[in-house]
Nanobody
Framework: QVQLVESGGGLVQAGGSLRLSCAAS????????MGWFRQAPGKERAFVAA???????????NYADSVRGRFAISRDNAKNTVYLQMNSLKPEDTAVYYC????????????????WGLGTQVTVSS
């Protein structure tokens, strides 16, 4: 069982930055692929970014086209935490941001992850 708790959301002006954190419980965090998703009002949940797990400290990140070059996902296995650094924020980035975990990266990027957090609100004002 894995529990995920997101934090770091808030209100920011367009062009600003935020760093979201997702703290995971459990001793096997390093063996989970992690992802970030977002859901804006009236819209479906959308993929934002994902990162694989690795035995050899080789990590690959995947990004939605809408955030590539502005957002960066990273993980700290010693802290059981995955981060989403968000730069050059736009009003259309406003959403509730969720993190997800699954041993299988494909399941993460296809919205089939076993574990989800409750989300953190990000609001970008124009």
């Amino acid at each position: 069982q894995v529990q995920l708790v997101e934090s770091g959301g808030g209100l920011v002006q367009a062009g600003g930055s935020l760093r979201l954190s997702c703290a995971a419980s459990g001793r096997t965090f390093s063996r989970y692929a992690m992802g970030w998703f977002r859901q804006a009002p009236g819209k479906e949940r959308a993929f934002v970014a994902a990162i694989n797990w690795s035995d050899g400290n080789t990590y690959y990140a995947n990004y939605a086209d809408s955030v590539r070059g502005r957002f960066a996902i990273s993980r700290d296995n010693a802290k059981n935490t995955v981060y989403l650094q968000m730069n050059s924020l736009k009003p259309e980035d406003t959403a509730v941001y969720y993190c997800a975990a699954d041993p299988n990266l494909i399941r993460v990027v296809t919205y089939k992850a076993d574990y989800w957090g409750l989300g953190t609100q990000v609001t970008v004002s124009s």
